[in-house]
C-alpha cells in the first residue's frame, strides 16, 4: 500500500457500542504519541454520521468506497446477536476487508464478519453472552467462547467490550513490538496481555433451570448447601434412583454431570468469597472443597489463575486499601 501512514479504518453505525470504537482508537492514538503512524478513519455503510448505544453522536469521515484500510475493524453493538445483520452493513464489510490487510472485530463485531462470511472456516471469538449464538450463526467457523481475543490468518475477533483494547494492543504490537506496546499499556494503565480467558468475567451458572422437577430438586438442593456432602450415590438416594440414572438426567437437562455441576456451584461460591475478603484457606472451607488444593486445580482449570491471583485481581479498592493500611500499622 505504499508508504505513509498506517490506515485504520473503523466500521461504525447506528446503536455501535462507543467503547469498542474508542477503546482500540485510544490505544492506536497514543501509539502514535510514542513514535508510531496510525491513521483512524471512522466509516458508515452511508458515510453518514452515526448515533451511538448510548445516543452520543459519531462524526464519519468516509464511506465504505473510499479508504483503503491496512487494518480494517468492526465495532460490535447489543443489535445483532438478537436480529439478523442488515445486508448494507455486510457489503460495506466486505467492501472494506477485500482492500485491508487485515480484518478484525471488537465483541459483536464478530456477527457482522461472519455475516459477510469473513469467519468461514476460521477460529473466532465474541462476547461469552453470545459464543453459542454466533456458533450456530457461524456453522463453519470454530468459536472460542473463553478467548480474550483470536487470530487466524489475517483475521482477528476479540471479546467483549474492553477486550478490543487487548486485540489493539495485540495490532500494535505486531506493528512496533513489544517495548511501545509496554509503554502504551503503561499509559493507558492496562495489561500487555490479560492472564486467563473470558470465564474469569462471566458467570459460570447462566442457562435455563431445569425442566425436570427431579433434577431441579437435585439442583436446589446443592445450590442451598455448596459445601455439603453431595456424591453422586447420595444424590441420587434423594430421588431414590440409580447413580446412573441420575448422570443421565443430568447430562439429558444440563449438558453435565452431578459432580460437575457440584464443582460449578462451589467454584461460583469460592469466587464470591475470595471477592468479599476472605482468604483462600477459609474459602476452600466454606465453599465445600476438600481442601485448598482442590480448591487451586479448579481456578486454574477454568481460569487460568490461582485462588490467590483470582482475588488480587478482582478485588475491592476497599478491600486493598484496608490491606495498604493495615500494613502500614504492622
Not at 465474541?126 to 450456530?136: F, G, N, P, R
Not at 430438586?217 to 445450590?223: A, F, G, K, N, P
Request: charged share 20%.
Amino acid at each position: 500500500m505504499g508508504s505513509g501512514p498506517h490506515r485504520v479504518a473503523i466500521l461504525v453505525y447506528d446503536g455501535v457500542k462507543l467503547l469498542d470504537v474508542v477503546g482500540p482508537a485510544e490505544v492506536f492514538g497514543e501509539a502514535n504519541r510514542l513514535g508510531a503512524d496510525y491513521e483512524i478513519v471512522l466509516v458508515s455503510p452511508n458515510g453518514a454520521d452515526v448515533a451511538s448505544s448510548i445516543g452520543i453522536r459519531i462524526a464519519v469521515d468516509a464511506a465504505p468506497t473510499e479508504p483503503v484500510p491496512h487494518t480494517f475493524l468492526v465495532a460490535g453493538a447489543d443489535l445483532y446477536p438478537r436480529t439478523p445483520v442488515p445486508r448494507a452493513l455486510t457489503e460495506a464489510t466486505r467492501t472494506l476487508a477485500g482492500r485491508a490487510g487485515r480484518v478484525a472485530s471488537v465483541c459483536t463485531g464478530a456477527f457482522i464478519l461472519g455475516a459477510a462470511g469473513l469467519l468461514d472456516g476460521k477460529r473466532a471469538t465474541t462476547h461469552w453472552k453470545v459464543a453459542d449464538e454466533l456458533a450456530a450463526r457461524c456453522r463453519a467457523s470454530r468459536v472460542e467462547p473463553d478467548a480474550i481475543y483470536v487470530r487466524d490468518g489475517a483475521t482477528y475477533t476479540s471479546a467483549g467490550v474492553s477486550a478490543g483494547i487487548d486485540l489493539a494492543l495485540a495490532l500494535v504490537e505486531e506493528d512496533h513490538g513489544p517495548d511501545l506496546t509496554r509503554d502504551v499499556a503503561r499509559a493507558l494503565v492496562v495489561h500487555v496481555q490479560r492472564s486467563g480467558g473470558q470465564s474469569q468475567f462471566s458467570a459460570s451458572l447462566r442457562g435455563s433451570p431445569p425442566r425436570s422437577p427431579a433434577v431441579r430438586r437435585i439442583t436446589d438442593l446443592i445450590t442451598a448447601n455448596p459445601a455439603g456432602k453431595h456424591s453422586l450415590t447420595e444424590l441420587a438416594g434423594h430421588l431414590h434412583v440409580s447413580p446412573r440414572h441420575l448422570t443421565r438426567l443430568f447430562r439429558d437437562e444440563l449438558s453435565t454431570t452431578p459432580a460437575r455441576y457440584v464443582e460449578m456451584i462451589r467454584f461460583d461460591m469460592a469466587k464470591a468469597l475470595l471477592d468479599q475478603g476472605h482468604t483462600a484457606t477459609q474459602t476452600a472451607s466454606l465453599a465445600g472443597f476438600p481442601n485448598y488444593e482442590s480448591m487451586r486445580r479448579v481456578f486454574t482449570r477454568k481460569l487460568s489463575l490461582s485462588p490467590a491471583a483470582y482475588q488480587r485481581r478482582f478485588s475491592t479498592a476497599r478491600r486493598a486499601n484496608a490491606e495498604e493500611q493495615e500494613a502500614e500499622d504492622q
